[in-house]
């Protein structure tokens, strides 16, 4: 089978999901609310209000709220004028869109997505109250990226109703949806979802609960190498020319620049990042301030930084650049992303090898003619991810080869392949 092929085929069976019956009834869905107004909450209600389906949107403060639906408008009116659609179209979806300071107004909504910042006590508390407000049978799903959702639905007394729905940002363009089934949600819960997916005209994949999910738990490895070369003396943007020529259009830096350095730092902090808060207490926080890892310029072209460079020599105490080849920068950075796809598949939290190529083929921008980790895998092969997380492994016990990924270097097998009984749940 070609790459092409693999993936077409890889996107059908995504959708399927073994053990839910056919004849699983779904919810219905007439009116969705989401909590928070934000990048987030408000891409997200532009995917429902786009395609018809009525949305009520909370916000803590009017003025938060009237900024997030301006937001909202504006992407509208772009396309609008661009020629994709009327003015009454625009007219049409904001007309869907209805926006409140009171958390109880969700109450007649059949789902109910939280966006908001990425806390877990704040999201308990949400759902705490959610509890107490949203009618019997409605869903209610939390956006988060990490967290776990267990503990999220722990806080209400129908943990069967909860699930995760993982939104890509920005969330009105991306293709992506993760579906977080937590240990409790109910089948008809995810069967629902599932369909709701296809409705808002998304890419789903059906996960469990671990830290990070599929998707940012493999970033976090490939982000994990990438700051272990910088501490060896490699630059930011070598990293990125490394990942760039794989075929990423974006690198780990340049990812963080357009992200902002400062999402989860405050003035004065201390984090296991002391390069981002050195460059985060010199204003330094990523294209929003025309400089992050990278200098800008007017058309935020990024431009290998002295400033940053000088950072990084004093933070890390390497003064001479170090000889990393293009080859070893890659292999890495994905070697690991390989070997920790892996290990999600031996934990059960992933359907099929394949789901893990969807999920970063459509959420990270995976180059097409790599088919994504697992098909990718298959191309270098096992023996030689093996040899290199061993090496990894010397450094940092955290990389160590996963026990499936060696018996497949033993046995000459493949990492599409692989079929370990599907998605299970539970807590970790």
Known sequence: MDVMKYIEQAGQDAWSVPGLSDDTPRRQFRRVGII???????GIAMNFATVGIPVRIVERAEDALERGLKVVRGHYQRSADKGRYSQEEVEARMDRLNG???MEDLADCDLIIEAVFEDIELKRTIFSALDKIAKPGAILATNTSALNIDAIAAMTDR???VIGLHFFSPA?????LEIVRAEKTADDVVATCMDLAQTIRKVATLVGVCPGFVGNRILFKRQEQAMKLVYKGVMPWEVDAAINAFGFRMGPFQMSDLAGLDIGWSKGATTENPIRDALCEIDR???KTNAGY???DAARTPIPSEVTEKIIRDVTSVTEAASVSQQDIIETCIFPMINESVKILEEGKAQRPSDIDIVWLNGYGWPADKGGPMWYGDMVGAPAVLAKLEELAAEDDGFAPAQLLRDLAAS???????DTGGLRVGKD
Do not use: C, H, S, W
């Open 36 to 42: 928070g107004a934000g990048t987030m909450g408000g």
């Open 172 to 176: 009105n363009v991306m293709k992506l």
């Open 285 to 287: 926080r990523g294209q």
């Open 159 to 161: 943990p069967e109703d």
């Open 412 to 418: 000459g097998g493949k990492f599409t392949d692989i």
């Open 100 to 102: 409140t300071t009171r």
């Open 294 to 296: 990278y200098d800008y």
